[in-house]
């Protein structure tokens, strides 16, 4: 995962991936008009990779006699934070709005960088972490990436990331998870 998120990196140079890169925004984020509804489900969704849910998710663990998983949670959650801040300081890569014309912005103008995105990160963090800790079946497991997925789909949606912003934090916040997993020796195959 480590190359991969490398490559992914490297791809900023190559402008016929950047070409691609916007191409695929503008079918997410569409310059017509939406239906209202759809943009407040957006903005709900998109709220899943916020690191506020992630402390109200290890507060309603920790209610429910998971304390050692809820500490797990809230303590990768603030690594997870300042490693995606240090990666958007490093690769300073414009937020779309700052990057095009003529996108839409549903709710906020989030500030700072665009890769990777925190919220993907976060999402997927989450999955990882929830999907590794506990003996799920597998429909459980990738119940839970496929939400991850559409948290990354909303961020391109409400025009704040790219797809390579979107893959960048997926490969981030699962290798996180995984990585935090294996340092606690909990891991659940």
């Not at 490398?6 to 916007?22: K, P, Y």
Request: net charge positive.
């Amino acid at each position: 995962m480590l190359a991969f998120f490398c490559i992914l990196a490297l791809s900023f140079v190559w402008t016929s991936w950047e070409s691609a890169d916007i191409r695929l925004f503008q079918l997410f984020n569409g310059k017509g008009g939406r239906p209202g509804w759809l943009d407040l489900s957006m903005l709900v969704v998109t709220q899943l990779g916020n690191g506020l849910f992630a402390y109200l998710a290890a507060f309603i663990f920790y209610m429910h006699s998971q304390k050692l998983f809820s500490y797990e949670l809230a303590v990768g959650n603030i690594f997870l934070w300042l490693i995606v801040e240090i990666l958007k300081l490093f690769f300073h890569r414009k937020r779309p709005y700052n990057a095009l014309t003529q996108i839409r912005i549903v709710g906020i103008r989030e500030r700072g960088a665009s890769f990777p995105s925190g919220h993907t990160s976060q999402a997927f963090f989450m999955a990882s972490l929830v999907s590794n800790y506990f003996i799920l079946g597998q429909g459980i497991k990738i119940s839970f990436y496929l939400i991850a997925l559409c948290v990354g789909i909303t961020r391109m949606y409400v025009g704040m990331h790219f797809p390579r912003d979107i893959l960048g934090g997926a490969v981030l916040g699962t290798s996180w998870g995984m990585l935090c997993m294996i340092l606690i020796g909990n891991w659940h195959l």
